[in-house]
Nanobody, 120 residues
Framework: QVQLVESGGGLVQAGDSLRLSCVASGRIINNYYLGWFRQTPGKVREFVAEIRRSGATTYSDSVKGRFTISRNNAKNTVFLQMNSLKPEDTAVYYC??????????????WGQGTQVTVSS
């Protein structure tokens, strides 16, 4: 199966930036949608951003204008550049992959998550 490994999380102050990375391996194919979700304890996992192989992107309203998703198709890697971080961005961020729209599918592949904590 597809394996996803996230990295780049950490503890930062409000207004700072972080860059998350996710490397896909295993049964990954080049036309997969790649993206990011986030989750805090006791809450539902929330869609953040996705990118198709063509480079077309989708963002949640809460991060639009602050976060940028990108991918390196040759390396099966997806990135999330997070700027102007806010305390409400604090969550575990999960990498996701699928053959279709990530927010509409129930069979996404998931990484183990990386913690992002933003202090005020």
């Amino acid at each position: 199966q597809v394996q996803l490994v996230e990295s780049g999380g950490g503890l930062v102050q409000a207004g700072d930036s972080l860059r998350l990375s996710c490397v896909a391996s295993g049964r990954i194919i080049n036309n997969y949608y790649l993206g990011w979700f986030r989750q805090t304890p006791g809450k539902v996992r929330e869609f953040v951003a996705e990118i198709r192989r063509s480079g077309a992107t989708t963002y949640s309203d809460s991060v639009k204008g602050r976060f940028t998703i990108s991918r390196n198709n040759a390396k099966n890697t997806v990135f999330l550049q997070m700027n102007s971080l806010k305390p409400e961005d604090t969550a575990v961020y999960y990498c996701a992959a699928n053959l279709g729209d990530l927010g509409s599918r129930t069979d996404n592949y998931w990484g183990q998550g990386t913690q992002v904590t933003v202090s005020s």
